[in-house]
């Protein structure tokens, strides 16, 4: 009998008490939604990788080392097979972002060509054409502009490969740039294979 009157007080304490309702969200709930970052976020993430990049390449002239105007450069990461570099080299791929840095200042040109890569990746592009030109008379040294792009491309991790551009597309004033496949494209590609919709 004592059983029933408390189970009668309990229910009458409760009576006024309302649920929730589904649209009414609990703490844990925008705290959850807190995690997920915001558009603006990722910007500004992006921006802070760019500005960290930014600071890794010099634009001192005598902080890299010095490439003459007309000899023929060429870098490559490990792992890189031989025919994909033999088309990079050979200007067999597909170009649709053109950058022209020859008359930058290196501070503009450095900006510049950070912007372009991040650019181009995003758009899901592999391959730039950078025009450094060839600066015979660059100040204080011929090839000014030359080495520090040069260097710069080596510094940059995002990008695979590059070579002096064929003599029709610039010669070795311009150099044909492959980029790293970005995180989404792997995935994408990686899908693709897997469905057995990609090359073999």
Same mark, same amino acid.
């Given at each position: 009998?004592?059983?029933?009157?408390? %189970?009668?007080?309990f229910?009458?304490?409760?009576?006024? =008490? &309302?649920?929730?309702? $589904?649209?009414?969200?609990?703490?844990?709930?925008?705290?959850?939604?807190?995690?997920? +970052?915001?558009?603006?976020? *990722?910007?500004?993430? $992006? $921006?802070?990788n760019?500005?960290?990049?930014l600071?890794?390449?010099? !634009?001192v002239?005598?902080?890299?080392?010095? =490439?003459?105007?007309? @000899?023929?450069?060429s870098? &490559?990461?490990?792992?890189?097979?031989?025919? =994909?570099?033999?088309? *990079?080299?050979?200007?067999?791929?597909? /170009?649709k972002?053109?950058?022209?840095?020859?008359?930058?200042? *290196? +501070?503009?040109?450095?900006?510049?060509?950070? %912007?372009? !890569?991040?650019?181009?990746i $995003?758009?899901?592009?592999?391959? /730039?054409?950078? !025009?450094?030109? &060839?600066?015979?008379?660059?100040? +204080?040294?011929?090839?000014?502009?030359?080495?520090?792009?040069?260097?710069?491309?080596?510094?940059?991790?995002? @990008?695979?490969?590059?070579?002096?551009?064929?003599?029709e597309?610039?010669?070795?004033?311009?150099?044909?740039?492959?980029?790293? &496949? #970005?995180s989404?494209?792997? /995935?994408?590609? #990686?899908? *693709? %294979?897997?469905?057995?919709?990609?090359?073999?």
């Open positions: 009998m004592e059983r029933l009157d408390d %189970n009668s007080l229910f009458q304490e409760m009576a006024d =008490v &309302k649920p929730l309702k $589904a649209s009414q969200k609990t703490q844990s709930d925008v705290f959850t939604v807190q995690l997920s +970052p915001t558009l603006g976020q *990722l910007a500004k993430q $992006a $921006a802070l760019e500005h960290e990049l600071a890794m390449l010099p !634009i002239p005598f902080e890299f080392p010095t =490439v003459s105007p007309d @000899v023929v450069v870098e &490559k990461h490990d792992g890189m097979q031989d025919e =994909v570099y033999k088309r *990079l080299r050979q200007g067999k791929y597909d /170009i972002t053109i950058l022209d840095v020859h008359e930058y200042s *290196l +501070p503009q040109a450095r900006s510049s060509l950070v %912007n372009c !890569i991040f650019s181009a $995003a758009r899901g592009e592999r391959n /730039i054409l950078v !025009i450094h030109g &060839k600066g015979y008379h660059s100040k +204080p040294y011929p090839g000014l502009m030359k080495s520090a792009v040069c260097h710069w491309l080596s510094v940059i991790d995002k @990008v695979a490969a590059y070579h002096s551009a064929t003599r597309q610039g010669g070795t004033g311009a150099l044909f740039v492959l980029l790293k &496949k #970005s989404q494209h792997r /995935i994408e590609n #990686s899908e *693709l %294979n897997r469905k057995g919709g990609g090359f073999r």
